[in-house]
């Protein structure tokens, strides 16, 4: 059997065209903009392209971004005056402080002192609470993004989550576990691996969807998959590509691949999202989705359908 592939790529273009359409409407029957606020605290590397992307994909579905990147240096203090004067700034409809945060600051404090009807990321303490009791949420970007492909893949076979068997590898708060949350809230019968868990591999032969986000290249292959099972693989690891050759500076290239080994689960699932293309285009189509919600529910309107869980 060779697995359908799940498109996260061109899912992700569908989530940006409905919000790019939902802020025009915003804009033309409200007069409000929705505004995103991304908070970067240093120059790494990784954290500089993320921001950078997630600004110009803020532009392009129309509404306002504002980023505000400070120097490494930069107190615990200075940052959270600045949380405080975005929560306060109307303009301002989702915050993001982008992580890792310098050591010498506290993130679980700062995610915190975001409003949290402005947490975007789905971080905070009572935006996770709500989600852990099955209440009215922000969702965290990732696990929401796979949540979406899961539902549209089910719906298009005429099915739905309810009763589906589920394991999720990784109990992370910003992966595992609130996908889990959001499974359970769909009716699946959801199991949460982990690197304590015994005979992984059988837990994951008797289930109808297993999402990968262990963080480990390629470590669910083919034989740990029940023929026809919907494969989510969240992991982005970088490995050297020996295949490709060498680059002019005698260095391997490198390739980025998933936490499943595609090659082989591809021929036992019944439908898989790849490594690029799959679960990453989705997180940021997320954020922006989060946002316009966010607008929404700030001004008491209407949220736009088959955005949010
Ligand atoms: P974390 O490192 O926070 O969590 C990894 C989880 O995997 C932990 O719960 C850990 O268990 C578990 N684990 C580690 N080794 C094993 C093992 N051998 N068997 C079973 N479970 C194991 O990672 P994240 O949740 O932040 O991210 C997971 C992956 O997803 C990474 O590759 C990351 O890059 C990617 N990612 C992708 C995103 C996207 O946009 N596509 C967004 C966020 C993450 P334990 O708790 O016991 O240590």
């Known amino acids: 059997m060779s697995a359908a ?10 989530v940006r065209e409905k919000v790019a359409v939902h802020v025009a409407r915003l804009k033309q029957d409200h007069g409000i903009i929705p505004g995103l606020a991304v908070v970067l605290v240093g120059e790494d590397p990784a ?24 120097d490494v240096s930069t107190s615990q203090e200075a940052l959270l005056a600045l949380i405080d004067q975005l929560n306060n700034d109307p303009a301002v409809h989702g915050i993001l402080c982008q992580l890792p945060l310098p050591d010498h600051i506290n993130e679980d404090l ?6 949290p009807h402005k947490d975007v990321d789905g971080f905070h303490i009572s935006n996770v609470g709500l989600l852990g009791t099955g209440q009215k ?25 309810s009763g589906k068997n589920a394991v999720v590898i990784g109990r992370s708060n910003i992966v595992g576990k609130p996908m889990a949350n959001l499974l359970l809230k769909d ?28 963080g480990r290249a390629e470590m669910v292959t083919g034989d740990w998959i029940a023929d026809g099972a919907t494969v989510i693989d969240v992991g982005i690891n970088r490995i050297e590509a020996l295949e490709k050759g060498l680059k002019e500076d005698g260095s391997v290239k490198m390739k980025l691949v998933g936490d499943v080994d595609f090659a082989s689960a591809s021929q036992k699932a019944g439908a898989i999202t790849p490594v690029p293309g799959g679960v990453g285009p989705m997180t940021i189509a997320c954020l922006l989705a989060n946002t316009v919600t ?14 949010t869980a």
């Not at 392209?49 to 129309?62: C, F, M, S």
């Not at 700062?110 to 409003?115: E, F, K, R, Y």
Request: proline residues 3%.
């Open 5 to 14: 592939i799940i498109d996260g790529k061109a899912f992700a273009a569908t």
């Open 110 to 115: 700062v995610i915190n002192s975001i409003a």
């Open 137 to 161: 949420s922000m969702v965290p970007c990732t696990p929401l993004g796979c949540l979406m492909m899961l539902r549209d893949h089910y719906e298009k076979k005429g099915e739905s989550l």
């Open 294 to 307: 966010a607008c929404c529910r700030d001004n008491g309107l209407e949220e736009p359908e088959g955005l």
């Open 187 to 214: 009716s699946c019968t959801v199991t949460i691996a982990h690197s304590r868990t015994k005979e992984i591999e059988a837990l994951c032969r008797g289930a109808d969807i297993v999402v990968a986000a262990v």
């Open 47 to 70: 954290s500089q392209v993320y921001v950078r992307n997630k600004g110009k994909q803020t532009l392009e579905v129309g509404m306002n971004s504002y980023e505000h990147k400070l």
